[in-house]
């Protein structure tokens, strides 16, 4: 039996039915080949909806006038509601990319006005927030000029000491003094480097750096490591297929075709589901780990599909 399977290809069509669908982002310019990675993309620039507690900065001050639309923003953010609405329209476009979130790990957020759900009344200011653990912290409201401000890492650095130390360089290095015009320079350039604070302290990027395409290169990472899992399931569904002919055969099997098989999901289990046969042949429980676009889809077994599980050792 010659199995016709590609996970990859299932996968990537999950991933536009949630750009699409759930987060409402214009795809239908943009090649097959290149979803995943801008999944990735929109994904970390998405807060995920959680409470959080919000701390503000040792510097926070909050203009008069944006009072309003910050205390809209915390509400939403402490009863973990989508945030969306605050973030820039250009998290709707897959496609763009937020640089200093890539290199610090720092959000921005609109200060909107009416809380409407639209974007008609975003704010010139800007609140640069960075989420982390359970924590929205509140660095400072800044301009649409201020995102190569190293003040930035300084303040994260003073106020959040337990958090910053996993991204901390170990040992003494010569601090990393760059001008601002240099560090665009190589944010543009995608070159990922670390920031030094006054007292000597360096960090690693803190959002993950970019890679030479300029997107996250958690992002590309992530790619990849989805691509070898997938390929893992498909090789796991060749082994098991050894061991299952007759139940095709019980269903009409020729003994000479190819068996075209494609990745779905239960409630519990990644499931790899043969149509013509009404067969489905549980893989592996989604415990074992995500494959995003999966993690809430369940899929609708017919009442006539034979589901099958073995325990295959590869």
């Known amino acids: 039996m010659k199995l016709k399977a590609d996970f990859f290809g ?34 970390n620039r998405r807060p995920n909806k959680q409470k959080r507690k919000v701390a503000l900065a040792d ?22 509601k989508d945030l969306t609405m605050n973030l820039s329209k250009k998290v709707f476009s897959p496609n763009k990319k937020d640089p200093m979130l890539n ?42 000029n201020s995102w190569l ?37 190589l944010r543009e350039a995608g070159v990922s480097v670390i920031t030094s604070t006054e007292s000597g302290e360096s960090y690693f990027p803190i959002g993950g750096g970019a890679a030479s395409n300029d997107f996250n290169l958690q992002a590309v990472m992530a790619v990849d490591y989805q691509k070898v899992r997938l390929k893992n399931l498909e090789n ?10 007759s139940d095709f055969e019980a269903c009409g099997y020729d003994g000479v075709s190819d068996v075209e ?19 489905g042949v549980l893989l592996t429980p989604k415990s074992d780990y995500i494959i995003p676009g999966f993690e809430k889809r369940c899929y609708g077994l017919d009442e006539n599909t034979v589901v ?5 050792t590869t």
């Open 10 to 43: 299932d996968w990537v069509n999950v991933l536009k039915d949630v750009l699409s669908i759930e987060w409402q982002c214009n795809i239908s310019s943009l090649p097959d080949s290149d979803i995943p990675l801008l999944y990735f993309n929109t994904e």
């Open 59 to 80: 510097t926070f001050i909050c203009p008069k006038e944006l009072e309003a639309g910050f205390d809209r923003l915390v509400y939403r953010v402490e009863n973990g």
């Open 103 to 144: 290199e610090w790990g720092v959000h921005h957020f609109h200060l909107n006005e009416n809380d409407d759900g639209s974007f008609s009344h975003g704010t010139k200011e800007l609140l640069f927030a960075w989420l982390v653990d359970d924590i929205f912290f509140a660095i400072g409201i800044y301009d649409h």
């Open 149 to 185: 401000d190293e003040n930035v890492i300084e303040i994260m650095h003073r106020n959040l000491p337990a958090q910053m130390e996993r991204y901390k360089v170990a040992g003494h290095i010569e601090p990393n003094e760059l001008t601002i015009q240099q560090r665009k320079k």
């Open 236 to 245: 796991l569904l060749t082994d098991i297929l050894k061991y299952i002919k």
């Open 261 to 279: 098989a494609c990745l779905e999901a239960t409630d519990t289990h990644y499931i790899a589901v043969f149509p013509k046969y009404e067969i």
């Open 308 to 312: 099958k599980h073995y325990n295959i």
